[in-house]
């Protein structure tokens, strides 16, 4: 998939015949759906998304559930000829409706596929009947209706909103697969260490579910895959009203991976977190949760 960032690059080295729009957070069902639509209307297929988020860009930071990384790598897979990165700023900001339109209509292009509840142009006053009208006669404009898993519709607000409330396994059904957090290893405190449980401290910028235990695979930089279970939380038996940490056990492993990055697949959520009365209870529960972590994860 070749990557560009500009539309004249796009036009330049590619010559779209089909495009599809979005920002494409998470790259869910619906993401997928739009995509293969678009696909399997005519080749070759570019996709066009911003960067940063636009809610960044309006000060209403969104909790990203995709670094931008691991947003193309998935984007990569679903067969996508090319992607373009248009930088989100001023200038894209204040395009009207008309103009973004305009913005689209390019050489060879036949046709966009966009999600029938797609926004855009300044105010977010473009909508498809905007696109219809302006690019009649030049290009075909493909409204796709979402997917609906359990009779809601996918939506990467949606799955936020699941992952923040540890409904893990219901956003997977929604993402396709289970919802992971690339981060980096960094120094933390070693109290896992102390207990016999050492553990990676990892820093993330993508969204972190809502406190608790929960079963987890871990990808090691060497893609090599691991059982384990991660603690998120603020470590409530030793701390009152402690910083927030990601801590993840990786059963079987006990290499240096400070300042690598690994991925943490979350497969489920095992229990809430506790303050328990003594650090012997603490690691009797770890004792239980890893016990249930290496059935539940089928002992990889």
Sequence with gaps: MLTVKSLAELESQVAPASLVIGNFDGVHLGHRFLIKTALEKCRPTAAITFSPHPGDYFNRPVQLLTSFEQRKTLLEETGLDALTVLEFNDSIAELSAEQFSDMLCLDNLK???????????????????????????????NPVNPVSVNGSVVSSTLIRYLISSGQIEQAALMLGRPYSAAGVVVEGMKIGRTLGFPTANVETEVLIPSDGVYVVRV??????????????????????????????????FSGDIYGKTIEIQFVMKLREQIAFPSKDELVKQISLDIEKVRHLNGYI
């Design 111 to 141: 046709v966009i596929s966009i999600g029938s509840n797609f926004r855009f142009g300044k105010n977010a006053l473009g909508d498809i009947g905007i696109l219809q009208n302006r690019l009649k006669g030049r290009v075909e404009i």
């Design 219 to 252: 990808v090691m930089p060497d893609t090599t895959v691991f059982s384990g279970a991660a603690s998120i939380g603020a470590r409530t038996t030793f701390f009152s009203g402690g910083k927030r940490a990601f801590e993840v056990f990786i059963d079987g």
